[in-house]
């Protein structure tokens, strides 16, 4: 396979990736993904912002997330997050833990 067919597959999979947490799955909430995964929504926009970074490509924290989420973050976190239960944080500050 050649470097720009792996290239177009990654990205197809990182947007069916983020198509599946937004549109799919907006019942996870991120700190379950946190707890199971090690990774949540808010890494992938940070993540997406390190990579526009590193081509030189100036993003604020809040633009990515704003990208990656398709609504600004806090009409997110409005829409579809809950309030983080005892056992959530719990098993959070567990698996930070280690």
């Not at 799919?24 to 090690?38: P, S, T």
């Not at 990579?51 to 829409?79: L, N, Q, V």
Request: aromatic content about 10%; proline content about 1%; glycine content about 4%.
């Amino acid at each position: 396979m050649d470097e720009q067919t792996q290239l177009e597959l990654e990205a197809a999979a990182f947007r069916r990736l983020r198509r599946h947490l937004m549109d799919d799955r907006k019942d996870v909430q991120n700190i379950d993904l946190m707890n199971l995964a090690g990774f949540c929504r808010n890494c992938l926009s940070r993540w997406y912002q390190e990579a526009a970074a590193e081509r030189g490509i100036e993003m604020s924290k809040e633009d990515a997330r704003e990208t990656f989420y398709g609504m600004p973050y806090d009409a997110w976190k409005d829409a579809f997050q809950t309030e983080a239960t005892e056992a959530q944080m719990a098993a959070y500050k567990d698996a930070s833990s280690h």
